[in-house]
Nanobody
């Protein structure tokens, strides 16, 4: 079980930045790997980034150098800092419990990048 609530999405110009947050509850957050996934219109769900319980981070190749995942175990929150955004980053972004895109996830937050 568990609940995940994303926030921080919005409309941003190409080249801009956004920081997404995910507040977690109902499970032992500090012991859990967490991920971010996204789904663009008409496309499949895509894994973006993950962070292990020990803080080790992982990124999809197209996000390396632009996105940074982090976690605050005291606040039960995982973050995704997104820089140098482009139109291909437009999607609904989901916080996911686990190391893949297919675990329990929140309702998502929309990120729209205007060119």
């Amino acid at each position: 079980q568990g609940q995940l609530v994303e926030s921080g999405g919005g409309l941003v110009q190409a080249g801009g930045s956004l920081r997404l947050s995910c507040a977690a509850s109902g499970f032992t957050f500090s012991n859990s790997a967490m991920s971010w996934a996204r789904q663009a219109p008409g496309k499949k769900l895509e894994w973006v980034s993950g962070i292990a319980s020990d803080g080790t981070t992982y990124y999809a190749d197209s996000m390396k150098g632009r996105f940074t995942i982090s976690r605050d175990n005291a606040a039960n929150t995982v973050y995704l800092q997104m820089n140098s955004l482009n139109s291909e980053d437009t999607a609904v972004y989901y916080c996911v419990l686990g190391a893949t895109a297919w675990g329990r996830r929140g309702q998502g937050t929309q990120v729209t990048v205007s060119s």
